[in-house]
């Protein structure tokens, strides 16, 4: 009774181990997510300025911002007429350029905020080539300086998680590796037994690794709850959006969760399980 009880505390220690370590690897997915959604706004607020002509019509205008929406680089296209570019002039700048002047010298134009995937220096050189040759295009603008800095800094961010991640993977891979060893340490004698009786290393392995298999399985169900519990606390009490809740999301971090936990308690099963089967039985009494 006493045995069978030591061996639920250890199946239930190794088992809240691995869940911890497996809601480290979650969040580290939840964090990625969540940087690459931010990363994916600020990109969509890159802006390409397209001044038309003083002398296009109603109808030019109308088919260029056709041609401009249906176009892949598009992710958002706003016309700015001319009243509406000097009414912003004067409530940004306070004075009214048509007053001494006697006409308005501001032309019609359209704003086009660029998706994400072209949001980079190369491919907005591309964009504008293009525009530029639209017809009654008189200039295309942006501004070039705050797109190679968001480049810049977007690929410092990718790497920093990247590196996050795989340090976390390693770190995960040697807790759980470690866990299920010591799992596996207190079945050596067993294992011995097994050997001697002449079954074969999968025969001694199978029954290790199906263990080990429901632990990660239990443990990264856990996990997620946790996770679960931690989102909604975040997003729904302390209301901070995280990311948006879509089942692509909830798929990517389920299945990093529950793909994390059954390869490594696969492996250190395995690596476990392999050490005891080669081992002489007097250097498995010796430690």
Partial sequence: MQKKR???????????????????????????????????????????????????????????GTVLKAAPFCH???????????????????????????????????????????????????????????????????????????????????????????????????????TIRLHVYSHRFLINTMRLVGATPWVIKRPFVARSLRMGLWSALMALVLLAGLFYYVQYSMHIVLMPLTWVNIAIIAGVVLLTGEMLTLIGSLIAVNRYIRMDAERMYAI
């Fill in 6 to 64: 030591r061996f639920w505390n250890m199946y239930v220690t190794t088992t809240v181990s691995i869940t911890m370590v497996l809601f480290l690897v979650g969040l580290v997915a939840m964090v990625t997510l969540s940087a690459h959604r931010m990363i994916e706004q600020v990109k969509h607020n890159v802006t390409l300025t397209i001044v038309l002509s003083a002398d296009a019509d109603s109808a030019e205008i109308v088919r260029c």
């Fill in 76 to 178: 958002e296209c706003r016309y700015i007429s001319r009243e509406e570019a000097l009414a912003e002039h004067v409530r940004s700048l306070g004075d009214d350029p048509s007053q001494f002047l006697g006409y308005n010298p501001l032309l019609a134009s359209y704003e086009v905020n660029l998706s994400a995937s072209y949001a980079n220096a190369d491919s907005i050189a591309k964009v504008e080539a293009q525009v530029a040759k639209l017809p009654y295009v008189q200039q295309v603008m942006y501004q070039k300086d705050l797109v190679e800095l968001l480049e810049h800094n977007v690929s410092q961010v990718t790497l920093v998680l990247i590196g996050l991640a795989v340090m976390l993977l390693l770190i995960a891979y040697v807790l759980i590796i470690n």
